[in-house]
């Protein structure tokens, strides 16, 4: 059985660095905090890194906040570090404006993100046209970014994007591409493509 460690004995091992203002070690004992179920010394410790400029333990941050109930508290942690210009943390806050149905602030972050290099906030972008604003061509423009770096979920949309459109070679295509990759979702859907159209032992191929 793993020996549970004491809040002295985690700070002990980390006391060197934390002296040199080392935000990672920082970051370490806060991790280890939290998972040892010690989350209001974890909170300090991911505040003060915050606070010697490591903006990206903010997701940490806000996500014990918000598991909390602290919504005020875990919005304030990513927009200090989206506004530092952590580009995670304005991912990170533009999903939790998308969970909040601020769908207006939430696609501000995800494209300051995407400007900064974030790739997560491709999909992200492309799910909140597709899904919720119902833009299918401003969804396909991130789709077809986002599965230029084999996001197989991305992939799948393409595909219902172009099955809806009656592009049946364009969406076996995405599909096909999306599977090769483990996605369920377009394993599942080939089959229905491919029995809806008589291929029977192409559709029994991706049958799980």
Known sequence: ???????????EEYTSAIKKGDTEAMVNVGLIMEEQGNTEDAKKWYIRA????????????????????KLKEAEEALLKASEAGDADSMNNLGIFYENRNRNNDAEKWYLKAIELGQTDALSNLGFLY???????????????????????NVMNALGMICSARGQMEKTEEWFLKGAKLG????????????E????????IKYKD
């Open 1 to 11: 059985m793993k020996e549970r460690k004491t809040p002295e004995k985690i700070l």
């Open 50 to 69: 915050m606070e010697m400029g490591n903006m990206k333990t903010a997701g940490n941050l806000a996500f014990l906040y918000e598991s909390e109930g």
């Open 130 to 152: 597709n899904n919720i604003l119902g833009e299918t061509e401003k969804a396909e423009e991130y789709f077809l970014k986002a599965a230029e770096l084999e996001d197989s």
């Open 183 to 194: 996605n369920k979702e377009s394993r599942k859907n080939l089959v229905i493509l491919y």
């Open 196 to 203: 809806h159209q008589g291929k029977f032992d192409e559709a």
